[in-house]
């Protein structure tokens, strides 16, 4: 009987075992998804040297046990880089008299970063908050309340922000009409992945 218990336990500790995703499961995910998770830590920093130290951050956050799905397992690792990048760049909202911070894309910009395609530039030529507003909701789809709670500002602030950087790219990329800029950035996502995959592997 109190072998059949003890069995019986153990089984269970190994089913739960295997729902759970392991710092080797996170390993394994970082490597194998290496060039995209970086990707996403460069296009939230616009920088770098802080994209690696953000990658390096989320897999030791990521690898440090947490109870994670397996199935949830890769949304996970993306989200530790966004909070990751969050917490190197800290973007706030500011302001002053009501004026956005925006940075214009001038055409001296777009000549200087020859490699990178206009979508992109104008894309990095943003200030943090409104990248990390247009980034998080629009190409990794959070939801606002999720984008605000990371961001720790109000659901107002990240929609005007969102609202905002669609707009200057929309008028850095010549799109017609503004208000769809959301909706073909979002249809363009993968065509920035791989603008951003061509940048990387091009020698400096």
């Known amino acids: 009987m109190i072998t059949n218990v003890h069995l019986t336990e153990t089984g269970d500790i190994s ?15 970082f490597n194998e998804d290496m060039q995209n998770l970086y990707l996403l830590s460069l296009v939230l920093t616009a920088d770098p040297e802080k994209a690696e130290q953000c990658f390096v951050a ?19 690792a993306r989200r530790a880089i966004v909070k990751n990048a969050v917490r190197l760049t800290a973007p706030e909202p500011v302001y002053p008299n009501g004026v ?4 214009v894309a001038t055409d001296a910009t777009n000549r200087a970063r020859p490699e990178v395609q206009v979508e992109i530039s104008a894309l990095l030529d943003l200030t943090p908050f409104e990248r ?9 789809g959070y939801s606002d309340q999720d984008c605000a709670l990371l961001l720790g500002c109000t ?3 990240l929609i005007a922000a969102r609202a905002r ?3 200057e790219i929309a008028r850095s990329v010549q799109i ?22 061509a940048r990387l592997a091009t020698p400096a």
Do not use: H
């Open 100 to 103: 956005s911070n925006i940075a």
């Open 58 to 76: 989320a897999l030791d956050d990521c690898a440090a046990g947490n109870r994670v799905f397996k199935e949830w397992s890769r949304s996970w």
């Open 132 to 140: 990390f507003a247009f980034v998080m909701s629009v190409l990794e």
């Open 165 to 167: 950087a669609a707009q």
């Open 155 to 157: 659901r107002q602030a």
């Open 15 to 29: 089913k739960q075992t295997a729902l759970y995703a392991t710092g080797a499961d996170f390993c394994r995910i």
């Open 176 to 197: 017609p009409d503004g208000r769809q800029a959301e909706a073909d950035f979002k249809n363009q996502a993968s065509v920035i992945g791989q603008a951003f995959t």
